[in-house]
């Protein structure tokens, strides 16, 4: 076994970068080559057709019949050109990632041969098998029946000669059995109240967009040291691993040069991305060693989010190329930085202007007041919410347990306009004077040209304030970030259209406007305020404080899930129109289910690497140290031998110690998975892992990395921490 530890590392170290194809023309040349966009739509469909789909996609229509069969040839004629010979409606089931099911494009023609087709009826639905996708019961209380069905605002695309087609999958009955579905009707949502909202301020606004910046963090791991580590294979985090005695602390990664290797497959994954109309734009070295960050320009949230979905597949293929492996997992390894998926969140008008940008006039401050004090009361009374949101098996690794930052969700908002909002909420602020064609002069002497300053930065925080967004850090870095926009923007609508109705409300009673908006913006902040919080997230004190506050403080990531359910998220969700109690009660099954299911397999792979590999070596090591306890015996007498001998002798009761406890802390974990197993609830069931086994697995793993620090380094069956974690 050692044999394939030592092979791995020779692998690994004797490893050149690989050569990168660059290509030969300029970046706008091959820009998106591999997209379906409009520039195609173009030169590919007739001219009605191209109007007519520009039209439904721009005001959200439905397509006819006779114009999605006219897109589909047209669509089809430019795929075949591209060497596409297979299609796949590409869908987003609750499992995470990304589902597809390819179909060739041929059909028979009738005279013993074939030719490619495709039709109007195959882009825009299909019904793959929804039975082998989680669905929490759904088929059960609703239709047995699932379709996809083709979501027009994401261009089509093609990787490995394929046309994969975005759709959304729902049940035959509407109820969604994905992430896509509730997203757009997110959207839908936030663009309808956010827009009542922002016309107080500007007739001429028709629509609100949400918009997505996604930094996407991934470790790298050389595929010959990944395929030595079967719990990395199988669960793509370590499960066990003594710290390496260098990691982090000398924070030189960070800045550090990027690795030869790692450059060349970075710049192969940009370009792949180019192609496909990923707008990759920033790469970096994190935190922890082997760790790495890309980050693209950020785009309409719906297009931004298939466009992660995308990257984190082609990040995948590109790496193979490379001979690395990407682990998205939150947590791969202990001790050092987990990884996340910062998203860049922010609302945006038609007519150009971003809502949580200040402005230069009092007007343009007060709209950006007005829309600020509706995301804190959202997130405030909804931060439990926001935080299931975000919750799974892997992410729970890095919130709240063993790395910061903690498992409760806060605002910061820095120092600025947290001034600002002191003022306001002390009525400081009062006059606002309507001035000619609607122009407002906010009587705000203080803020009169708000300047947000956005190095003003506080890294500890899960949902920060940075300038003209805001930056939803808690996100994990595996991820599909529709889970949190999901929440975050269903919050937010429903707050919107509550701010909305109070605000005409008192319109309608002759109020002048100015005031109005301004009482009521007060209002949000005088009653959202405890979510903000400007110091270290990462402090004990914190937890206590924001307890203190009743800010939501539940670490059991299946405790957490309850939070769908609560009556205030239920009718905030049907408010939203994206999930009744029924739907919700059934993803949350999902979740459960999830939950257990990871941890399932993480402690089977742990027992069996604790019984099978780790106790065979550390004895092996145990039969080296009583061979020599006994040679020394017979060529010494008393005192001198136990001189000699004593130490080796203390070895192997240690390690005897610790075998001991690893065979019965792993026959306890296999008792637990077995009683959580028979629960009669998903919920339970999730519970009693979260609870019995977990902190059993965590047991182990302490054993385990205390016999590798004892057990000769020519035994240990796998790469170390050390091997694993530092590309040359
Ligand atoms: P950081 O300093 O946090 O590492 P960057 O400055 O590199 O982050 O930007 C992070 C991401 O934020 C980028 O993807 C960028 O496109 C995105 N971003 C910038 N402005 C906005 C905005 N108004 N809305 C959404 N995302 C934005
Ligand atoms: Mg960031």
Redesign the pocket.
């Known amino acids: 076994m050692s044999d394939l530890r030592f092979k791995s590392v020779e692998e690994a170290t004797s490893r050149k970068a690989v050569k990168v194809e660059i290509p030969k023309e300029r970046v706008d040349k091959y820009y998106a080559e591999k997209v379906f966009n409009r520039q195609k739509m173009f030169e590919y469909l007739p001219r009605t057709t191209y109007e007519a789909l520009v039209d439904a996609i721009d005001n959200k229509k439905p397509l006819s019949r006779e114009v999605a069969d006219s897109v589909a040839d047209g669509m089809k004629r430019w795929a075949v050109e591209q060497g596409a010979r297979h299609y796949t409606h590409w869908f987003q089931p609750m499992t995470g990632g990304t589902a597809e099911k390819h179909d060739a494009f041929i059909e028979h023609d009738g005279k013993g041969g074939v030719v490619e087709t495709f039709s109007g009826k195959l882009l825009v639905q299909q019904e793959p098998d929804a039975s082998s996708f989680p669905n929490g019961g759904i088929r059960n209380t609703f239709e047995a029946r699932g379709y996809s069905a083709w979501d027009i605002s994401s261009p089509a695309f093609i990787v490995d000669n394929t046309l994969c087609i975005p759709t959304i999958f729902i049940s035959y009955t509407g109820e969604s059995l994905d992430y896509k579905t509730p997203l757009l009707r997110a959207l839908n949502a936030v663009d309808k109240s956010a827009t009542r909202v922002a016309r107080f301020f500007d007739d001429d606004v028709k629509h609100v967009l949400c918009?997505?910046?996604?930094?996407q963090e991934y470790f790298l791991v050389d595929e010959a040291l990944y395929a030595a580590r079967p719990d990395l294979v199988l669960t793509g985090r370590t499960l066990m691993g003594h710290e390496s005695a260098k990691n982090q602390q000398l924070e030189d990664h960070y800045f550090g040069a990027i690795p030869s290797r790692v450059e060349a497959f970075m710049l192969d994954l940009e370009i792949e991305c180019h192609r496909l109309g990923i707008p990759a734009?920033?790469r970096h070295n994190e935190v922890a060693p082997n760790q790495f960050e890309l980050?693209?320009?950020?785009e309409e949230a719906n297009l931004a989010n298939d466009h992660n979905l995308l990257l984190m597949s082609v990040m995948n293929e590109v790496a193979r190329r490379h001979n690395f492996r990407v682990l998205l997992h939150e947590k791969p390894f202990a001790g050092i930085n987990g990884s996340g998926k910062?998203n860049?969140?922010?609302l945006?008008t038609d007519t150009g202007k971003?809502l949580f940008s200040p402005g230069k006039t009092p007007k343009e401050n007060l709209e950006f007041i007005v829309f600020v004090s509706n995301v804190m009361a959202a997130v405030h009374k909804h931060n439990a919410l926001l935080k299931a949101s975000i919750m799974t098996a892997t992410n729970a690794h890095r919130l709240g347990a063993n790395e910061a930052p903690p498992a409760i969700i806060s605002m910061f908002l820095g120092k600025q306009l947290s001034e600002v909002l002191d003022r306001i909420e002390k009525n400081e602020v009062d006059s606002i004077i309507m001035e000619g064609k609607g122009e407002m002069r906010l009587d705000l002497t203080q803020i009169p040209e708000l300047m947000i300053d956005n190095t003003d930065r506080n890294r500890t925080s899960p949902f920060a304030f940075?300038g003209?967004?805001f930056?939803y850090r808690a996100v994990g870095s595996s991820a599909n970030c529709a889970s949190a926009l999901i929440a975050l923007n269903a919050a937010v609508a429903v707050e919107l259209n509550e701010f909305a109705d109070r605000v005409e409300a008192r319109l309608a009673k002759g109020e002048p406007i100015d005031k109005v908006l301004l009482d009521e913006a007060r209002e949000n902040i005088i009653k959202a305020r405890a979510i903000q919080f400007d110091g270290n997230g990462y402090s004990d004190e914190w937890k206590v404080e924001a307890k203190r506050r009743g800010l939501d403080v539940e670490s059991s990531a299946p405790l957490m899930f309850d939070s769908y359910l609560w009556p205030s998220s239920v009718e905030m969700f049907e408010k939203a129109g994206l999930f009744n109690k029924k739907e919700l009660e059934a993803r949350n099954e999902v979740k459960w289910e999830m939950y257990s299911k990871k941890l399932q397999i993480e402690s089977r792979v742990l027992g069996d690497l604790a019984i099978n590999h780790i106790i065979p070596a550390a004895i092996t090591y145990q039969r080296l140290l009583l061979d020599n306890v006994y040679k020394v015996k017979e060529l010494f007498d008393g005192d001198t031998a136990k001189k000699i001998g004593g130490q080796d002798m203390a070895s192997i009761e240690k390690i005897a110690g610790h075998l001991n406890e690893i065979k019965f802390l792993v026959e306890k974990m296999i008792k637990e998975r077995h009683i959580a197993n028979r629960k009669p609830s998903e919920r339970e069931k999730a519970i009693a892992y979260h609870d019995n086994v977990a902190p059993l697995m965590e047991e182990i793993r302490h054993h385990i990395d205390s016999v590798e620090l004892m057990v000769d380094n020519e035994i240990w069956p796998l790469p170390k921490y050390r091997e694993l974690l530092f590309i040359r």
């Open positions: 918009y997505l910046g996604w930094e734009k920033t980050a693209p320009i950020f910062h860049n969140w922010s945006g971003l940075t003209n967004r930056e």
